[in-house]
């Protein structure tokens, strides 16, 4: 299998943190967006950002700027199908996607999909941690599922277009039915996959920086 191209998934609106951009809030004097993209561009081929709006506004990190595709805001799988979209493009055949407000996800994070892959048709893996008992969101596996972090093929994109016109919004729905797999990463110090909602998990998230 080739490299996976990656897509930074920033089409968020951010509205519990009064709107704006969270990726381009302060974390030790760079930008979120920054941490994120030095974690993910080692582990793949090729790298875009999803965002809505004016693309100028992130010139400064030279990536493509992918919208959505599809209007209304509905959700990270729209920023995921920009990607595979685009990765198509380059003659890509996966592309990896991991959210623009998470600056500690592991390092480990393609290489663990793309093995728990192996042996697929249709590379289709979403990262998951252990929960606890109180966990409502666990899969019929036990393992809680982090939707923005996931491996995807780019020959299912017209798949995952036509689910999305008509009305998917929830991730998991679309992966099940797929066939899609988990991976599971370690979370015993804190979850790798913390991400930035409210202003006190910048604060937060600066303490564990």
Do not use: C, Y
């Not at 252990?130 to 969101?137: L, R």
């Amino acid at each position: 299998m080739k490299q996976p191209f990656g897509i930074i998934l920033a089409g968020g609106l951010a509205s519990r943190m009064g709107g704006g951009d969270k990726a381009l809030l302060d974390l030790g004097g760079k930008p979120l967006l920054s941490h994120v993209i030095n974690r993910l561009a080692s582990q793949v081929d090729g790298l875009a950002l999803n965002a809505n709006g004016d693309p100028d506004r992130f010139s400064r990190f030279g990536l493509p700027v992918l919208p959505d595709s599809i209007d209304g805001f509905p959700g990270p799988l729209a920023g995921v199908l920009a990607g595979l979209d685009w990765a198509a493009a380059q003659g890509a055949d996966t592309v990896v996607s991991v959210a623009a407000d998470t600056p500690f996800f592991p390092g480990n994070l393609v290489p663990q999909l793309l093995l728990t892959s192996e042996g697929q048709d249709q590379p289709l893996v979403l990262a998951a941690t252990k929960g606890d008992a109180q966990t409502k969101s666990k899969s019929r596996s036990g393992l809680i599922r982090h939707p923005t972090f996931g491996l995807w093929p780019v020959a299912l994109r017209d798949d995952l277009r036509a689910a999305l016109l008509g009305g998917l919004k929830k991730v998991v729905l679309w992966t099940d039915q797929h066939g899609g797999r988990e991976a599971l990463f370690p979370s015993a110090r804190f979850d790798p996959f913390f991400n930035v909602n409210t202003p006190q998990d910048l604060e937060r998230a600066r303490e564990l920086l």
